[in-house]
C-alpha cells in the first residue's frame, strides 16, 4: 500500500501546549505535505516537505522528514482552541504518479 | 485570497439518478482533481486531469464516473448512475504546476443518495 498513518489518530491538549503529529510512509516519495481539515469542511494546506529537505517552519508549524525511517511529524507550538481540527499528511509519490495520497488524519482537539 | 469553488454544497439524489458536481478552479492553476471523502474516513483520491485529459484516474473511478472541463473554467464530475455507496463529500482541488506545490481544495459537496 503506497498509503501511510498518522500517529496518534487522536489528541487531546490544553491550550498552550505543542502538539505533535506523526506520519508514517512506504513508497518513495517526492515530497510530503500537511493538510488541516475543519469538521465538514475542505482541506487547507499548511505546509510542503521536499524529499531533500529535513525540516521546515512555517509560523507555529515546524515539519520534519526522515526518508531512511519513512517518516514525517508536523509540531504545532503553542496550541489555540482554533487549532482543533483533523490533519492529514499526504504523500506525493515519487514515479511521476501525479496525485497525493492522504493519510487516514489525526483529530486534534485543543481545550480552551 | 483566490478560491475553488464547489457548487453545490449539498445535494441529495436518488439512486440511480445522474449527478453533475462543479468546480471552479482556480484560474492560473493547470493541474485539477477530485477527491472523495466517505464520512469519518480516509480522503480518496478519484482523477487528475491535466491537458484537458485525465492524467490518472484510482480504481474508484469507474465507467459511472467522468470528468470535464467544458469551458476552460468549470471542472465537473459527473455520476452516471449513483448508488447508495456513493454517498460522501466530493473535494475538488487545483494546483498550479504538479508535484512541487500544494494542493488547494474547495470546500466540498455532500452527496447523499438515497
Known amino acids: 500500500s503506497q498509503q501511510g498513518e498518522e500517529d496518534p489518530q487522536a489528541l487531546s491538549i490544553q491550550e498552550g501546549e505543542n502538539a505533535t503529529m506523526n506520519c508514517s510512509y512506504k513508497?518513495?516519495?517526492?515530497?510530503l505535505q500537511w493538510y488541516r481539515q475543519n469538521s465538514g469542511r475542505g482541506l487547507v494546506h499548511l505546509i510542503l516537505?521536499?524529499?531533500?529537505?529535513r525540516e521546515k517552519h512555517s509560523g507555529r508549524l515546524r515539519v520534519t522528514l526522515d526518508t531512511s525511517k519513512k517518516s514525517s511529524s508536523l509540531l504545532i507550538t503553542a496550541s489555540r482552541a482554533a487549532d482543533t481540527a483533523s490533519y492529514f499528511c499526504a504523500r506525493y509519490i515519487q514515479g511521476g504518479s501525479e496525485k497525493l495520497v492522504f493519510g487516514k488524519g489525526m483529530k486534534l482537539t485543543v481545550n480552551p | 485570497e483566490p478560491e475553488v469553488t464547489q457548487t453545490p454544497s449539498h445535494q441529495v439524489t436518488q439512486m440511480g439518478q445522474e449527478v453533475i458536481l462543479r468546480c471552479v478552479p482556480i484560474s492560473n492553476h493547470l493541474y485539477f482533481y477530485w477527491y472523495r471523502q466517505i464520512l469519518g474516513q480516509k480522503v480518496e483520491f478519484l482523477v487528475s486531469f491535466y491537458n484537458n485529459e485525465i492524467s490518472e484516474k484510482s480504481e474508484i473511478f469507474d465507467d459511472q464516473f467522468s470528468v470535464e472541463r467544458p469551458d476552460g473554467s468549470n471542472f465537473t464530475l459527473k455520476i452516471r448512475s449513483t448508488k447508495l455507496e456513493d454517498s460522501a463529500m466530493y473535494f475538488c482541488a487545483s494546483n498550479r504546476q504538479g508535484s512541487n506545490y500544494g494542493y488547494t481544495f474547495g470546500s466540498g459537496t455532500r452527496l447523499t443518495v438515497v
Open positions: 513508497t518513495s516519495i517526492n515530497n
Open positions: 516537505i521536499r524529499s531533500n529537505e
